[in-house]
C-alpha cells in the first residue's frame, strides 16, 4: 500500500479489512493509530501524532484519520506511515510509503495542461 499526500491539502488515510488473524472476524473496536515518519525516522511536523484512526461505521474494520494540510512535507519526497492496531491484547503494525506531491492541474484526469 501507498498514498500520496498533495502538499497544502487535507488527506485521508485508511486501514481496511482489520481482521483477528485466528477468527478471520472483521475488527470493528479496535484501538488504531498511524504516526507519518520521515527518512530519519522523525514524526513530521504540523500534526500531533499518533493520531487515533476512527472506525468507520458499518465496514467491515475500517480505519480513517484526517492529516492536517499543515504536515511539514518536502515535495517528492518519501515518507513512512506507520500504524498500529491492538484489540484485546494483541498488537499489529504495518509500515507504509507515502509520497509527497505538489497537486497542479495536470494531477486531473480531465486536464488540458
Known amino acids: 500500500m501507498s498514498l ?7 488527506s485521508i488515510i485508511e486501514l481496511s479489512e482489520l481482521k483477528d488473524s485466528l477468527t478471520v472476524v472483521y475488527l ?23 493520531l487515533a484512526m476512527d472506525y468507520v461505521t458499518d465496514s467491515d474494520g475500517t480505519y480513517r484519520a484526517t492529516l492536517s494540510s499543515g504536515l511539514d512535507l518536502v515535495a517528492n519526497k518519501k515518507y513512512k506511515a506507520v500504524m498500529q492496531a491492538t484489540f484485546a491484547g494483541n498488537t499489529a503494525q504495518w509500515r507504509c510509503n507515502v509520497f509527497s506531491k505538489v497537486r497542479t492541474c495536470c494531477d486531473e484526469a480531465d486536464c488540458n495542461c
Not at 28 to 50: C, K, R
Request: glycine share 14%.
Open 4 to 10: 500520496t499526500i498533495y502538499m497544502g491539502n487535507t
Open 28 to 50: 470493528n473496536s479496535a484501538t488504531v493509530i498511524v504516526t507519518l515518519l520521515d527518512d530519519y525516522g522523525e514524526e513530521v511536523g504540523g500534526q500531533v501524532w499518533p
